[in-house]
């Protein structure tokens, strides 16, 4: 059947749907909610990365424009819709919450709604819908899902029923590609190729549509570039988006494919011994005790990893020693426990996740199954060969299997859909892959549905040991691929820490209670007021008091919450600092003047950086801040943070113990 017959349902699709629609239906949409409300709430994990868009989100906020007032990294669109959800649910992290939770429900579900309606496979879309759940990118990765989710459904659209005005749609959607990041337009763009070849092969049709869909993507990106021209000019501008993609591929080792991780048959299956899920217990030893006791204690009681901190062992309790604790607990030599209640003689819970319990008590679970992928970098790993493997395979069925393909998904299709997976991996998958891989797993995803759908479909008609055989491949290959990209997704992690780390019901309470507190608190900094903040917030909370509102800071590393917890415009035109960029033309000289126009009250650098690397990027703004301003104070981090005021400028007050310089009223 030729893909201009297939507009309907693929015989595929119509064959093997089976579960009643509300209840499919049902299943994709809560999958898609939880992968939404999952991420939504990882946002209050954010690390300083998801700060750069929403910094110059504030930027926006309060009349700045990209490219005119700050180099632009090409994520206008990010800027406006983190802008536009602080306006309307206010200046606090659960505004940005909301928008990761909104994209992530969105691409989920339609990469659940996009399997189902080719394949009938409820099975192959719950497949492709977890996958993403469990990957759970980082928040600022939205776009990535979001983008491909949406473009999946127009390209097959289109190949189903090649037309005019859905060309259009590609090319309006390869337009707010752009807008998302520039270089998705380029992914974005080879799609489009694929999909008009895969619908009409080489031929004069081909050539129109794709005329059709470039006119409308460039219709659309027309005006931000005529922007460009007008501020910059479009030279320096594409210089500058080029001087970025460059400086970020030299700081990666490129794309090469890791090293696979599960290579004996103990990283495949194997049981672990009982004291690998044995409570971890601490003994506080009496001060008349000498080692000769305290190894006694350990060898009778058969206690296992001692860990000596000053008069504190931490062990782990074999079922030997949970059997005699009322003999340990006893012990002259032990003058107190932590993880043992003393008085029961029994051990605490708390520390000791159920399924650790269940473990140590029943030996069928302690069965492990790819223990191999228990790291991150090594699920990182696999998930990385397994994202490149997925669309070869799927172009080698393409080929074997282009007679049995039929309906939607014929041969051409899968192969060109296949193959612009290929080019989305090349662009999103690259080193450090434990971060940059699972940005990229909507697309495999959608493969992995497609190939259980297909599966399950060839498998009706065949005999009971093919069946068999089928369902153990597709099995064995699900858990592989799910294992691997929860892993890489850091899964584990994220439960132990939304589960009030598997101690108690106090413990949870406590955890939600923090993120509540965390999301929803305006100004966003104001959660921090009541802990220790680390060393870049309390940068913030000092210029958020002592910088006035009209004026602007300037932060010589990359420290973006910085900014947006103070809610302080930037006084220069970068917030990273990497060689490449410096370079563009004008570059040097615009951040210089922005710089002395803003005359900023403070500025915070690294003391290690400053004259190093700061100075070797940007050689006269570090001149200029030597010029000008002085240092005040330090603060002590993951390295030295000096606080510089200007030398000019004479403070109102100052601020807390270390009696900074601070230049505004106390509101």
Same mark, same amino acid.
């Given at each position: ?96 919450? &909301? ?7 969105? =691409? ?23 996958? &993403? ?13 979001? &983008? ?11 190949? =189903? ?60 990106? =027309? ?120 008085? $029961? ?12 319990? &269940? ?111 089928? @369902? ?130 403070? @500025? ?18 570090? $001149? ?44």
């Amino acid at each position: 059947m030729s893909s201009r017959t297939a507009a309907s349902p693929s015989r595929l699709a119509t064959v093997t749907s089976g579960a009643p629609a509300w209840f499919a239906y049902g299943s994709l949409g809560f999958v898609a909610i939880a992968a939404g409300l999952y991420q939504g709430v990882l946002v209050n994990l954010a690390v300083n990365d998801t700060f750069l868009h929403l910094a110059m989100s504030r930027q926006v906020a309060h009349g700045d424009l990209p490219v005119r007032d700050f180099f632009d990294s090409g994520l206008v669109l990010m800027y406006a819709i983190s802008a536009a959800a602080q306006s309307l649910f206010g200046y606090r992290l659960l505004a940005e919450a &909301i928008v990761v939770a909104v994209c992530v429900t969105a =691409a989920t579900l339609l990469s659940g709604l996009l399997v189902r309606r080719l394949t009938g496979s409820l099975i192959g879309a719950l497949l492709s819908e977890v996958l &993403i759940l469990v990957a759970a990118p980082r928040p600022y990765s939205y776009p990535k899902l979001i &983008i491909y989710a949406v473009a999946a459904p127009l390209w097959w659209g289109y190949v =189903a029923k090649p037309s005019k005005w859905r060309a259009a749609m590609l090319g309006v959607w390869t337009a707010v590609a752009f807008y998302f990041r520039p270089d998705h337009c380029v992914y974005m763009a080879a799609a489009v190729v694929f999909a008009t070849v895969a619908a009409d092969g080489m031929s004069l049709v081909t050539m129109r549509r794709l005329v059709t869909a470039g006119i409308v993507c460039m219709v659309l990106v =027309a005006p931000w570039l005529v922007f460009a021209q007008r501020t910059i000019g479009i030279r320096a501008y594409l210089a500058g988006g080029l001087a970025q993609g460059v400086a970020e591929e030299v700081q990666t080792s490129g794309h090469t494919l890791p090293r696979w991780p599960v290579r004996t048959r103990a990283e495949i299956i194997r049981f672990d011994p009982q004291d690998a899920f044995a409570p971890e217990v601490s003994l506080r030893w009496a001060d008349n005790s000498g080692p000769v006791e305290r190894r006694g204690v350990l060898r009778r009681y058969r206690l296992t990893d001692p860990h000596d901190e000053g008069n504190v062992t931490h062990v782990r309790l074999s079922a030997f020693a949970i059997a005699r604790l009322h003999d340990l607990v006893g012990e002259p030599s032990v003058a107190d426990t932590a993880g043992i209640d003393r008085g $029961a003689a029994t051990v605490s819970t708390t520390g000791w996740p159920f399924w650790q319990r &269940i473990a140590f008590r029943f030996p069928p679970f302690r069965l492990r199954i790819l223990p191999g992928l228990d790291t991150q970098q090594a699920a990182s790993a696999a998930a990385t060969v397994l994202f490149q493997v997925i669309p070869v395979l799927a172009i080698v069925v393409a080929l074997l299997f282009r007679r049995r393909l039929t309906g939607v998904i014929t041969a051409r299709g899968l192969a060109g859909f296949s193959a612009a997976t290929l080019v989305v991996n090349a662009g999103l998958i690259r080193s450090s892959y434990d971060v940059r891989t699972i940005d990229a797993v909507v697309l495999p995803a959608l493969l992995a549905g497609f190939a259980v759908g297909g599966l399950l479909f060839l498998a009706r008609g065949s005999g009971r040991v093919t069946r068999a055989a089928v @369902v153990v491949v597709l099995a064995s290959a699900s858990l592989l691929l799910l294992r691997s990209v929860a892993g890489a997704g850091e899964l584990g992690d994220h439960l132990w820490y939304l589960s009030g780390q598997w101690r108690d019901g106090e413990h949870l309470r406590g955890t939600w209670a923090d993120i509540q507190r965390h999301l929803a608190m305006s100004p966003p900094s104001e959660y921090w007021r009541a802990r220790t903040p680390p060393a870049e917030v309390q940068l913030a909370l000092y210029a958020r008091e002592c910088v006035p509102a009209r004026e602007r800071l300037m932060v010589l590393w990359f420290a973006p919450e910085i900014y947006y917890y103070a809610d302080r415009l930037m006084a220069q035109r970068h917030l990273v600092f990497i060689p490449g960029w410096s370079s563009v033309a004008d570059e040097q000289r615009l951040t210089v003047e922005k710089v002395r126009r803003a005359a900023p009250p403070l @500025v915070f650098a690294s003391a290690p950086r400053l004259d190093t690397v700061t100075r070797s990027i940007y050689p006269g703004l570090v $001149a200029y801040v030597h010029r000008y301003y002085q240092p005040v104070g330090v603060v002590h981090g993951d390295e030295d943070y000096v606080v510089l005021a200007r030398r000019d400028r004479r403070p109102v007050r100052t601020y807390g113990g270390q009696q900074w310089p601070c230049y505004a009223d106390r509101s």
